[in-house]
């Protein structure tokens, strides 16, 4: 009995014992092979997304660089319509103040010298206030 026990499991359950095995070990591998592939599918994603990163962030430094060029460039023209404006304001507190030390001068000539006061309210000739504006390029007819 012995010997038959021991050729029906060489024979009939030997085989299917060790087809088993083999579906067995086949279907790790299987298995195996796919979770690998699965590994593999998601490092190149991580790649992927970290280089699409990479690239996103070299161009944001790129622009920010532009971006502190123009900054620093339209500080400057700043600065300079600063000091011009300045200049500006100057040159036309000067003339201002030249102008009311003639409007007083004017005023008190006019007060004090009695020909200046008839010579300054007389209407001047005809066509003299027209060749006087043409000789300062403006038109005839304007009031400048």
């Known amino acids: 009995m012995n010997f038959l026990l021991k050729w029906a499991l060489k024979t009939v359950v030997g085989r299917w014992v060790t087809a088993s095995l083999i579906a067995l070990l ?53 600065i300079a319509s600063a000091t011009i404006n300045q200049e500006a304001t100057k040159r036309r507190n000067e003339l201002s103040n030249q102008l009311a030390s003639l409007r007083g001068t004017m005023r008190e000539q006019r007060e004090h010298d009695e020909t200046y006061r008839e010579w300054s309210d007389a209407p001047l000739p005809a066509g003299v206030a027209t060749r006087l504006r043409e ?8 009031t400048d």
């Open 135 to 142: 000789a300062a390029g403006s038109e005839a007819g304007s």
């Open 26 to 78: 086949l279907s790790g591998g299987v298995w195996k092979w796919y979770d690998f592939k699965d590994d593999l599918r998601d490092e190149g994603i991580q790649e992927c997304v970290q280089e699409i990163n990479k690239a996103t962030l070299d161009a944001l430094e790129q622009q920010m660089l532009d971006e502190q060029a123009a900054n620093a460039t339209l500080r400057a023209a700043l």
